[in-house]
């Protein structure tokens, strides 16, 4: 069963950046969209941002200006590059890939933005 395999979370400084990045376990799938999504503390899961596989991008509000999200179709691998991190981006972030046969989820990775 494949699952989806993220990294690069951490506590980092307000203002400072991160990378993240979530690939499949194997190989074999071509995800039709592939994105981030986030929850904090007693807030619902909100989008931050997505990539379809003709490289077309969405943010949310949460992530514009700030966040970029990128993939390498080769490597069947997305990435997250924050930047200008603030306090209320501390979240879990989760990784979403989905195609017509599966809708799959990783395990999340937390992120702390603290001085």
């Known amino acids: 069963q494949v699952r989806l395999v993220e990294s690069g979370g951490g506590l980092v400084q307000p203002g400072g950046s991160l990378r993240l990045s979530c690939a499949p376990s194997?190989?074999?799938?071509?995800?039709?969209?592939m994105g981030w999504y986030r929850q904090a503390p007693g807030k619902q899961r909100e989008l931050v941002a997505g990539v379809r596989n003709g490289g077309s991008t969405n943010y949310g509000d949460c992530a514009k200006g700030r966040f970029t999200i990128s993939r390498d179709n080769a490597k069947n691998t997305v990435y997250l590059q924050m930047n200008s991190l603030k306090p209320e981006d501390t979240a879990v972030y989760y990784c979403?890939?989905?195609?017509?046969?599966?809708?799959?989820w990783g395990q999340g990775t937390q992120v702390t933005v603290s001085s």
């Open positions: 194997r190989s074999g799938f071509s995800f039709n969209f």
């Open positions: 979403n890939a989905r195609d017509f046969l599966n809708n799959l």
